[in-house]
């Protein structure tokens, strides 16, 4: 689609991106610019000096074994130290499986930052000795606490008081746990930033995401549902075997994309071990290796391991480790400022885990940011500019200096589009943290679900199993749009499926939708409980499905013995995803998922809508970009304003070349010996001449290469004429001409968007122009393309008839004064084409002027009242239709005596080629009046009862163009 009013803008890739022939002269601006363009490479291309090292201190600390132990463990450190010291501190924990090594990137960032940093291995990983005891308050925690201890001695370190550092504390995963529970007791801690961690370790690995409601008219029941989750055992496993080695496997692969970047995810680099400090503790000690099936796990956490792996289900005891061993037992005793980062790609622990930590730290008084980004286990750690986000947050809170974060709430939006392999990004902050399900600041849409009671079968074993995810590669798949929307495989009569309507507008779902179920055991079945997988599809209009976060809600259900159903409140997993129009939403219940303990008894079960609507959240927020190098923001500033320049020295230079003939304002349309030439001697164009009035529908004649199309680029102000001009209502065309503004077109077939619907396209374009929406005159546009409710339909479901109508459609937005149309019934049906004509001869009668290409000549002659028709790229006939078509001297009579008459008419001096056909006579009258051949006629005796020119253009064209 080529068109003036949008200025060209929507100009054809193959035409904006064929760079100008380097003929002639280069004009001011196009030297300016391209200078600028070079500049700017070479400024982005320069290489910066390599980072500033940072110096590092290695120490292996002893600290106590355990509450009443005599023994000691040995922790091995690494202290990172910034230019200019005393500094504020940062305790830097890893995550699980990994060691020191593992954050040495950020270690290294946060020291460049001006923080001493301590980067230390947990008991049981690394280097250091000791067993694993999952952050345990008697065990992992003191171990940090004796660390803040240790950094109280340390000069390089800010104190705020005798054996208080001024200290913050971020981490990620197992990490950023340690950093909550150290919050949570040590009161020495300022500020800190937990990343993608968990708040209660029994819920993350056994969740149960349903609440109860009892079915109307039972019994209550004393356990309606099990206070047991459905155990996550894939993760759980992966968590296990990372204790049992001393690899490095801590971190997300790679890291997650971010807004503005263009390369793809960079890999976190691992370390080499830094030489020791010359008579440090420990020196030679090597960490403790696996003796047994328990490998460098404490006893107590292997036998909750084990009997979780093995039952499917945790006994109390086990519960209560693992609570203990979690931020929910502390996280109603931090006050300190928190920043609370988690990841919306991640089935290990979810936004949920984030939310309820929020809350309660917020209950306690303490102030909270809470962001959530494009990455987690599944999807990447944190980038660099989310790393420099947090290294900002602990420089406010520690120093004092810089912006305050403030409390508000971000999260990342993820596009369909990808950019070199990385997908389009934008955040989106919000005043404050609305809480998963919603606040103050959450909208809630309710969408209709439909679908009928359905029987699901849960297979002995509970295998095969449905697939959601894949722990542990998720990272690696999300980069392949293609693979992770079509991950999740759902198996046939294991799931129940309730979707809603399609939409009617891009959707922005922000946290944890929830809807309501209704289960009960099959006819003749008496299972105890059910356990169901719950997810959100969202569905394209073409059928793909997409698992926002690969995430899924498992519930156990307690099942009635006496039959009757049971209703269940399921809150979905939370998720940030843009559902676009024509999408739908599809909640899919299914028995099984390879990613946890499935149940193994054979069962069948009825699923049905409790209530026919999900609840979905929507929070709205203020788009905004960052994170853009400060280095390469100085390029694009000098680059821009080099192009602001060279666009104003344009810009005069337009003006100064301004031409406007005040005597033609009102005549839509001035052709002035237009020639254009081309190398080679090629000539499309020459000294072509013509006028087109208000009201005229004139159509363009000629044969292939007679010049037509290169004509109508030249009116457009796609090409400039080599000799001559083109004024429209007294403007001379020139590209960018405001005048261009009041011309529709379609020329060279139509360019839309395949990935939305007609109408959205002609929004879209419409929205371009920057005028209201009021003005584009949408409704009749669309009756003019005839597309009924196809205008609704992406465009890629077209056929090129319907591409046609709405090219032309969108030519007409606004009626513009001139449309200028290039062939615009190809591939029409006859019926649409006679309704083509009646819309331009109507489109003509109000005073608008159309200007139209075809080969068709029929339809030229019964749509244009006048004509113009080119051969060779030269004007050889214009004028009405009617004077045309008799312009080549043909002459029709109807005679009572056809053939006398015949020989009468060629008996007359000058006429020829005279034939009878059925009761008319065509003469080629050669100059000669038909008042002479009337005489003839009647003095012959021959009753004429018509006479007048044979109105053929098909004749008259062939004739002017010599039969070609």
């Not at 992992?140 to 950094?151: F, G, I, M, P, S």
């Not at 496993?237 to 001393?246: E, K, Q, V, Y």
């Not at 460098?296 to 292997?302: G, I, K, N, S």
Request: aromatic share 4%.
């Amino acid at each position: 689609m080529l068109t003036a009013r949008s200025q060209q803008t929507a100009h054809k890739v193959n035409e904006v991106s064929r760079l100008p022939r380097l003929r002639g002269r280069w004009s001011l601006p196009a030297v300016i610019v391209i200078l600028a363009l070079a500049a700017g490479i070479v400024f982005f291309t320069r290489t910066g000096d390599d980072p500033v090292p940072v110096p590092t201190r290695d120490a292996v600390i002893d600290v106590p074994e355990g509450p009443d132990s005599t023994q000691t463990v040995q922790i091995d450190t690494t202290l990172y130290l910034p230019q200019r010291t005393p500094a504020p501190a940062v305790l830097l924990p890893h995550g699980f499986g990994g060691s020191k090594n593992s954050v040495k990137t950020q270690a290294e960032e946060l020291a460049r930052d001006g923080f001493v940093v301590l980067a230390y291995s947990a008991r049981g990983f690394g280097r250091s000795t000791g067993q694993i005891a999952l952050n345990s308050l008697d065990y992992e925690v003191r171990d940090a606490q004796k660390l803040l201890d240790w950094l109280a001695t340390r000069d390089e370190v800010q104190k705020d008081a005798p054996g208080d550092p001024r200290i913050g504390v971020t981490g990620a995963s197992y990490g950023g746990a340690l950093a909550l529970l150290l919050a949570g007791v040590d009161q020495r801690v300022d500020t800190l930033v937990p990343v993608i961690t968990y708040n209660d370790l029994s819920q993350a690995l056994l969740p149960n995401s349903a609440a109860l409601a009892q079915p109307q008219g039972a019994t209550p029941s004393a356990n309606a549902f099990s206070d047991n989750g459905v155990f996550k055992r894939s993760w759980a496993g992966i968590f296990f075997s990372a204790g049992m080695t001393n690899a490095d496997t801590a971190s997300p692969a790679g890291e997650a994309p971010e807004p503005g970047q263009i390369d793809d995810n960079a890999q976190v680099s691992t370390p080499t071990q830094a030489p020791q400090e010359a008579g440090q503790q420990g020196q030679n000690r090597q960490p403790a290796r696996p003796t047994d099936a328990c490998g460098r796990f404490r006893p107590e956490v292997c036998a909750a391991y084990t009997e979780v792996a093995t039952t499917g289900k945790a006994s109390a005891q086990t519960l209560e480790l693992l609570r203990k061993s979690s931020p929910v037992e502390v996280a109603d005793k931090i006050t300190k400022p928190t920043m609370l980062v988690q990841g919306e790609q991640d089935t290990l622990f979810g936004l949920d885990q984030a939310d309820a930590t929020a809350r309660q730290i917020s209950e306690a008084g303490g102030q909270v940011k809470v962001v959530w980004y494009a990455g987690g286990h599944d999807g990447g750690s944190p980038g660099t500019q989310l790393r420099k986000q947090i290294s900002d947050w602990l420089s406010f809170h520690l120093t004092g200096k810089g912006t305050d974060p403030g409390t508000g709430f971000e999260y990342a939006v993820q596009g369909a589009f990808r950019t070199n392999g990385t997908p389009s990004l934008r955040t989106v902050i919000a005043p404050s943290y609305p809480g998963l399900s919603g606040g103050a600041q959450t909208e809630r849409r309710d969408l209709k679900l439909s679908g009928r009671p359905q029987l699901v079968v849960n297979p002995a074993g509970g295998n095969p199993a449905a697939v959601s995810s894949l722990p542990g590669l998720g990272s690696a798949l999300s980069r392949s749009s293609s693979i992770s929307s079509r991950l999740s495989v759902d198996l046939p009569g294991q799931a129940a499926v309730f979707t809603s309507d399609a939409l009617d507008s891009q959707m922005l779902l922000t946290g944890a939708s929830s809807v309501r179920l209704r289960v009960a055991n099959a006819p003749n079945q008496q299972s105890p409980e059910a356990v169901l997988f719950v997810k959100l599809y969202d569905v394209s209009a073409e059928g793909v499905r997409t698992l926002p976060g690969s995430a899924v809600a498992p519930i156990r259900v307690a099942l009635p013995a006496d039959g009757n159903p049971t209703d269940v409140s399921v809150t979905l997993p939370g998720a940030v995803r843009p559902v676009e129009s024509e999408h739908r939403l599809a909640v899919v219940v299914s028995t099984t998922d390879q990613a946890f303990q499935n149940a193994t008894a054979p069962a069948a079960y009825q699923v049905s809508l409790a209530a026919d609507t999900i609840s979905v959240p929507v929070v709205p927020g203020t788009n905004v970009t960052e994170g853009a190098p400060v280095g390469a923001l100085w390029g694009i500033g000098i680059s821009l304003a080099v192009l602001a320049l060279a666009g104003v020295i344009a810009m005069f230079r337009r003006r100064l070349a301004h031409d406007e003939d005040p005597s033609l304002a009102s005549v839509p349309l001035v052709i002035s010996s237009l020639t254009k030439s081309y190398p080679g001697g090629l000539t499309a164009v020459k000294d072509l001449s013509f006028r087109v009035e208000h009201g005229q529908v004139l159509g363009l004649l000629g044969p292939n290469g007679a010049g037509k199309t290169t004509t109508l680029r030249m009116l457009m102000g796609l090409i400039h004429p080599t000799e001559g001009h083109i004024r429209v209502f007294g403007h001379k065309v020139v590209p960018g001409a405001p005048v261009l503004a009041r011309i529709g077109s379609f020329v060279e077939g139509s360019g839309f968007l395949p990935h939305l619907s007609g109408a959205a396209n002609l929004k879209l374009y419409w929205a371009a122009t920057g005028r209201p929406l009021s003005e584009a005159h949408l409704d009749e546009a669309l009756e003019i393309a005839g597309l009924g409710d196809a205008v609704h339909r992406r465009v890629r479901t077209y056929s090129q008839g319907m591409r046609q109508r709405l090219a032309i459609a969108q030519a007409m937005l606004g009626l513009p004064d001139l449309l200028v149309l290039d062939e615009p019934t190809n591939g029409l049906d006859p019926p649409q084409i006679h309704q083509m004509r009646e819309v331009l001869r109507r489109y003509a009668a109000a005073g608008r002027t159309v200007l139209v290409s075809s080969h068709l000549l029929a339809e030229v002659e019964q749509t244009c009242s006048h004509v113009v028709v080119m051969h060779k790229g030269k004007l050889v006939a214009a004028g009405e239709v009617g004077e045309v078509a008799a312009g080549g001297g043909e002459a029709t009579f109807k005679v009572d005596q056809p053939t006398l008459a015949a020989k009468v008419l060629g008996d007359i001096e000058g006429v020829r080629d005279v034939h009878v056909e059925e009761d008319a006579v065509h003469a080629s009258m050669n100059g000669v009046p038909r008042a002479t051949a009337l005489s003839a006629l009647v003095a012959a005796g021959i009753a004429v009862d018509q006479a007048g020119p044979r109105r053929r253009l098909e004749d008259a064209f062939l004739e002017l163009v010599g039969g070609e």
